[in-house]
């Protein structure tokens, strides 16, 4: 008899839909890919280029500045507003870029007030010509400034604020 199998649940439906799917469109100050996966730039920026979701995979981005600004995002919402029983959180990418760059994953909780308060992870992704796999997560419970409840949670990959090739082959989070 073979053990059963180890019980995962997808913590963002809107990567299974991007996953799942095939679209693609145009790259502006606010994109929304799918339910919960949104790109979201800091208007300076001026932000353009084309994006696409091929079978299999989950985003082609070829992103343009004409502008300077401060940020640029890629949102993932969360199913996870409670982690009492969470010892990590985390996730595990691969994609490829044809240049070296860098992004800045964050664990960003919505907070009671309206506010809300970001965790950056520790390994920032490195993007590079061969799909290696990236994966990072938060110990919860030496995270000080993370709260234990939250209205909302969202994973963010910070994107460099310069022009950006990059191929989200896959990205799955976890919780445990």
């Known amino acids: 008899m073979s053990p059963a199998p180890f019980p995962s649940r997808d913590l963002s439906m809107g990567l299974a839909v991007l996953r799942d799917g095939i679209t693609s469109g145009d790259i502006a100050e606010r994109v929304d890919f799918a339910p919960g996966v949104s790109l979201i730039a800091d208007a300076p920026l001026d932000v353009g280029g084309t994006w696409r979701s091929p079978a299999g995979r989950l985003l082609e981005l070829d992103i343009s500045m004409a502008g300077r600004g401060n940020w640029i995002a890629l949102h993932m919402a ?46 920032h992704i490195l993007t590079r010509t061969d799909a290696i796999p990236h994966v990072d997560a938060l110990h919860v419970p030496t995270c000080r400034t993370l709260p234990e409840t939250a209205p909302w949670r969202e994973l963010l990959l910070f994107l460099p604020t310069e022009p950006l090739r990059w191929h989200l082959h896959d990205l799955r989070m976890f919780a445990a």
């Open 78 to 123: 969360l199913d996870l507003p409670d982690l009492a029983d969470i010892a990590f959180i985390g996730f595990g990418c691969t994609g490829v870029g044809p240049t070296q760059q860098i992004i800045r994953p964050c664990l960003r909780s919505g907070l009671d007030d309206g506010g809300f308060v970001d965790c950056f992870l520790d390994r």
